[in-house]
């Protein structure tokens, strides 16, 4: 079954308001990922984290890695409407060498 | 230009009808994957390759086939397709399996 959990869902924003998606893991996680899907199009990869704790920006994009390696976030400041899509993370459990993704957050951008 | 090809993009089958979607990488990457996407369950792995001649089952293998005759080449096969694989059909490819995934394009499959 789904071992990486992603929420919410969906998520519908002001253009301008921030956004906030959540990945957790039941298992320690050897590194996570994180996608994003253009509508029409196919996931993309945006980083890689891989310490206990590690925080990385791209430009409005902040993304965490847990203390404990089972849970991520990606948060996007002031959302623009090329922010829309859906955002993936992608888990590797500890000694799987394989990726599990998460359900994935659909975002939406009122403009 | 380091690309995943897939073919055809779009396809519409009957029930049964045996058919193959090929896919196809230019990096030179060892490991090769087949996810399937539907709503609200995100990307499921179907199959995946580690290298030529060495396959294996992902989440949802049932009903599929795969083969890794060539680096480059993973086709994906249904022997016998049914309404419940219709999907949008992702190939994917890496140095590693959990190294950052290329994604071809996609396929739309619909069995009717």
């Known amino acids: 079954g789904q071992q990486v959990m992603q929420i919410p869902q969906y998520q519908h924003v002001q253009e301008g308001e921030d956004f906030t998606t959540y990945c957790n893991s039941s298992?320690?996680?050897?590194?996570i990922q994180w996608y994003k899907q253009r509508p029409g199009g196919h996931p993309v990869f945006l980083i890689q984290?891989?310490?206990?704790?590690e925080v990385k920006k791209q430009k409005r994009l902040t993304f965490q890695f847990g203390e404990a390696k089972k849970n991520s976030s990606l948060h996007i400041t002031a959302t623009q409407t090329t922010d829309v899509g859906t955002y993936f993370c992608a888990g590797e459990i500890q000694g799987a060498q394989k990726l599990v993704f998460g359900q994935g957050t659909r975002l939406t951008i009122n403009p | 230009e380091a690309q995943v090809t897939q073919n055809p993009r779009y396809l519409i089958t009957v029930t049964g009808k045996k058919l193959t979607v090929t896919c196809s990488q230019n990096m030179n990457h060892e490991y090769m994957s087949w996810y399937r996407q539907d709503p609200g369950l995100g990307l499921r792995q179907i199959y995946y390759?580690?290298?030529?001649?060495?396959?294996d089952k992902g989440d949802v293998p049932e009903g599929y086939k795969v083969s890794r005759k060539e680096k480059r080449n993973f086709p994906l096969i249904l022997e016998s397709p049914s309404p419940n694989q219709t999907s949008l059909y992702f190939c994917?490819?890496?140095?590693?399996?959990?190294?950052?995934?290329?994604f071809g394009p996609g396929t739309r499959l619909t069995v009717t």
């Open positions: 390759s580690m290298n030529v001649e060495v396959t």
């Open positions: 994917a490819s890496s140095v590693q399996g959990s190294y950052e995934q290329y």
């Open positions: 298992t320690t996680l050897s590194n």
């Open positions: 984290l891989v310490k206990s704790g």
